[in-house]
C-alpha cells in the first residue's frame, strides 16, 4: 500500500471521528445512530471526562434535551427540581436509594426498598427498533430475579416520540406482547430540565459518549450493584443477553 492511500485512510478516519465529535455536541441522537454506522459504541466511546461544576441542586448543568432528540443546548434549568426523597435541594445524592418513582399503576415506589438487590434500570419505548429488548429483559429478570436481581423500566416519549401510549397502554403492550413482569414505571423524561431526579442522577454518576450525561435514545441500561452504586451504563445496541457476565458478576 502506497504513501497516499495510508495518508487518504488516516485523513477519513480523522474526519469521520471529528464529524462524530461535533454530532454528539448538537444531536445526540444521530450521534447513536452515526457511531452504530462506524461499528462504535455510542454510550461507551469516550474522551476523558470533563471537569465539571455542580450547581446548587448538586447537579452540573449539562445539555438540555427536552422532548427532542436532536436538542442539546447547554442552558441551566431555572426551575427547583425535586432532588431526592426528602424534596429539598441538596449534595448530589450518594445512591439510588435516595429516589422513588410511580409504577404504571399509580405506586410510589421507594427505590430503598431494593436495598441488597442488583438493579438494571432502563429507559423503554413501544415503537422503537429496539423494543424487541424487552424479551431480552424479561429473560434476564426471570433467570436472576431469584438470585437478586431487579430490572426497572422507565418508558420514555423523548425519542422520536417512540412511546406515546398512556401508562395504561404502556402496561398492556408489554404484557401482551413481551409478558413482561419486572417493574415498570410511568412515564418520564430521562433529559432536559424536566428530568426525573434518578436519571440526574445516573447520567451524572455514569457519562456516556465523550462524557455528555444526556441520555442518546431508548434502550441505554445502567447496573446498580447491591450498595445502590452505578457500576457501568450500556448502549441502547447492547443487547440484555450480553449483559449476563457482568449481572453474575455482582449476584
Not at 445539555?63 to 436538542?71: A, I, Q, T, V
Request: contains cysteine.
Amino acid at each position: 500500500m502506497g504513501f497516499r492511500q495510508l495518508s487518504g485512510i488516516k485523513y477519513f478516519s480523522s474526519v469521520a471521528m471529528f464529524t462524530l465529535i461535533v454530532l454528539t455536541l448538537t444531536s445526540p441522537a444521530t450521534w447513536a445512530q452515526g457511531a452504530e454506522g462506524l461499528g462504535l459504541d455510542p454510550e461507551s466511546q469516550r474522551l476523558p471526562k470533563p471537569i465539571e461544576v455542580e450547581s446548587e441542586t448538586g447537579y452540573a448543568d449539562g445539555p438540555d434535551e427536552h422532548s427532542k432528540p436532536g436538542d442539546d443546548s447547554s442552558s441551566a434549568s431555572t426551575d427547583e427540581p425535586t432532588i431526592g426523597k426528602k424534596g429539598k435541594k441538596q449534595i448530589m445524592s450518594e445512591s439510588v436509594y435516595d429516589f422513588r418513582a410511580k409504577s404504571l399503576d399509580g405506586q410510589d415506589i421507594d427505590l430503598s426498598s431494593y436495598k441488597g438487590d442488583v438493579m438494571l434500570i432502563v429507559n423503554t419505548a413501544s415503537e422503537c427498533g429496539f423494543t424487541n429488548q424487552y424479551k431480552g429483559l424479561e429473560e434476564l429478570h426471570e433467570k436472576y430475579k431469584d438470585r437478586g436481581l431487579k430490572v426497572l423500566g422507565f418508558p420514555c416519549n423523548q425519542f422520536g416520540g417512540q412511546e406515546p401510549g398512556d401508562n395504561h397502554q404502556i402496561a398492556a403492550f408489554c404484557q401482551k406482547n413481551f409478558g413482561v413482569n419486572f417493574q415498570m414505571f410511568e412515564k418520564i423524561d430521562v433529559n432536559g430540565k424536566d428530568a426525573h431526579p434518578l436519571y440526574r442522577y445516573l447520567t451524572s454518576a455514569a457519562p456516556g459518549a465523550l462524557g455528555t450525561k444526556t441520555i442518546k435514545w431508548n434502550f441505554t441500561k445502567f447496573l446498580v450493584d447491591r450498595q445502590g452504586k452505578v457500576l457501568k451504563r450500556y448502549a441502547p445496541t447492547t443487547k440484555p443477553e450480553d449483559l449476563t457476565a457482568d449481572i453474575e458478576k455482582q449476584l
